[in-house]
């Protein structure tokens, strides 16, 4: 399934323009990161969320300015910007996460950053097993439908991680990973 000649893979695909010639590394997450996994969209989005490593905000600032375009809000909201730019269809907000060395870091979760980094026709996405680790604790409906829709195409490395995650991320709590 090739993503960028799909109209429906549009927002994405224009984040992806704007963001290519950046000097930093950065993913597509949540909905639209289960949507490319998958190899379709399976619901509307309202944005689109990417992940940038914190240690690179000023490289992001600097690269973002000579694209035209806008970041904004850091100072409202720690962690998180809002990109602005009419070659954006649909509003973008960058999370950025920890890392030490090679290492993606999350709470008491290192991974390599190698390992969370999956792409389709181009476009960087967080594996998605990862963003499940964030999607199995939330009971919205568009999360409930993010869950079900990316967990079947886990494998079984895949799987086993998201539930030892799971697990010591909220030690004595059973693990929400159903079962195939």
Same mark, same amino acid.
């Given at each position: 399934?090739?993503?960028?000649?799909?109209?429906?893979?549009?927002?994405?695909?224009?984040?992806?323009?704007? /963001?290519?010639?950046?000097?930093?590394?950065?993913?597509?997450?949540?909905?639209? =990161?289960?949507?490319?996994?998958?190899?379709?969209?399976?619901?509307?989005?309202?944005?689109?969320?990417?992940?940038?490593?914190?240690?690179?905000?000023? =490289?992001?600032?600097? *690269?973002?300015?000579?694209?035209?375009?806008?970041? =904004?809000?850091?100072?409202?909201?720690?962690?998180?910007?809002?990109?602005?730019?009419?070659?954006?269809?649909?509003?973008?907000?960058?999370? /950025?996460?920890?890392? *030490?060395?090679? /290492?993606?870091?999350?709470?008491?979760?290192?991974?390599?950053?190698?390992?969370?980094?999956?792409?389709?026709?181009?476009?960087?996405?967080?594996?998605?097993?990862?963003?499940?680790?964030?999607?199995?604790?939330?009971?919205?409906?568009?999360?409930?439908?993010?869950?079900?829709?990316?967990?079947?195409?886990?494998?079984?490395?895949?799987?086993?991680?998201?539930?030892?995650?799971?697990?010591?991320?909220?030690?004595?709590?059973?693990? =929400?990973?159903?079962?195939?």
């Amino acid at each position: 399934m090739n993503t960028t000649g799909n109209p429906g893979f549009a927002a994405v695909s224009a984040v992806r323009s704007l /963001l290519s010639d950046l000097s930093v590394p950065y993913w597509i997450i949540g909905g639209w =990161a289960v949507d490319l996994a998958v190899g379709r969209v399976t619901r509307e989005h309202a944005d689109v969320d990417v992940m940038m490593l914190e240690r690179d905000t000023e =490289a992001l600032w600097s *690269d973002l300015t000579e694209v035209g375009v806008e970041p =904004a809000g850091h100072h409202l909201r720690p962690g998180h910007l809002v990109l602005h730019s009419g070659k954006l269809p649909l509003p973008t907000e960058i999370f /950025l996460a920890r890392a *030490d060395g090679t /290492l993606w870091v999350h709470r008491n979760v290192r991974r390599e950053l190698a390992s969370i980094t999956c792409h389709r026709d181009g476009i960087p996405y967080l594996a998605p097993e990862v963003v499940l680790l964030f999607k199995t604790r939330s009971t919205a409906g568009k999360d409930q439908h993010d869950v079900a829709t990316v967990l079947p195409v886990l494998d079984a490395r895949q799987r086993s991680w998201l539930q030892y995650t799971l697990k010591h991320l909220q030690p004595g709590r059973r693990a =929400a990973v159903p079962r195939r």
